[in-house]
C-alpha cells in the first residue's frame, strides 16, 4: 500500500477517476497501527478494482483538517475526487471497512 502526501494527494485522490480507499493514520495511534494488516488484506482482494492508499496526518495537519479528518483512524473513499464514504475510530473495523468498499464497488 501506497503511502501519500499532501505533494500527491491531489494528483493521486482528487484527481482520480478511479475509486480510492485513504487509511489516514499517525504514527503515535495503535488502533491505526492495528488495522494495518487487515487493510493490506483487503487491498489484496480488492486492489483490482479500488486504489489504496495511506496518508501520514503528522506529517500534513492542514490538508488533514481539509479533508475533515478529525479522528483516528479515518478510512475515506472518494470517487471521482469526492469523499463518498468513511469510518472513524470505533467504526474503522476491517469488517465495516470492507461492507463499505462493497457498497461503494
Same mark, same amino acid.
Not at 495503535?30 to 506529517?59: M, Q, W
Given at each position: 500500500m501506497l503511502e501519500i502526501? +499532501?505533494?500527491?494527494?491531489?494528483? #493521486? !485522490?482528487?484527481? %482520480? +477517476? +478511479?475509486? !480510492?480507499? !485513504?487509511?489516514?493514520? %499517525?504514527?503515535?495511534? /495503535? *488502533?491505526?497501527?492495528? #488495522?494495518? *494488516?487487515?487493510?493490506?488484506? #483487503?487491498?489484496? =482482494?480488492?486492489?483490482?478494482? =479500488? /486504489?489504496?492508499? +495511506?496518508?501520514?496526518? %503528522?506529517?500534513?495537519?492542514r490538508l488533514a483538517i481539509k479533508e475533515k479528518v478529525l479522528g483516528l483512524p479515518t478510512i475515506t473513499i472518494y470517487e471521482n475526487g469526492e469523499k463518498k464514504n468513511e469510518l472513524t475510530k470505533e467504526d474503522a473495523t476491517k469488517e465495516n471497512i470492507e461492507k463499505m468498499i462493497l457498497k461503494s464497488l
Open positions: 502526501t +499532501k505533494d500527491n494527494f491531489d494528483e #493521486l !485522490v482528487k484527481e %482520480s +477517476k +478511479k475509486l !480510492v480507499l !485513504v487509511d489516514y493514520f %499517525s504514527d503515535g495511534c /495503535e *488502533p491505526c497501527k492495528a #488495522l494495518v *494488516p487487515h487493510i493490506e488484506e #483487503l487491498g489484496k =482482494i480488492y486492489g483490482d478494482r =479500488i /486504489e489504496f492508499y +495511506k496518508f501520514n496526518t %503528522s506529517k500534513a495537519r
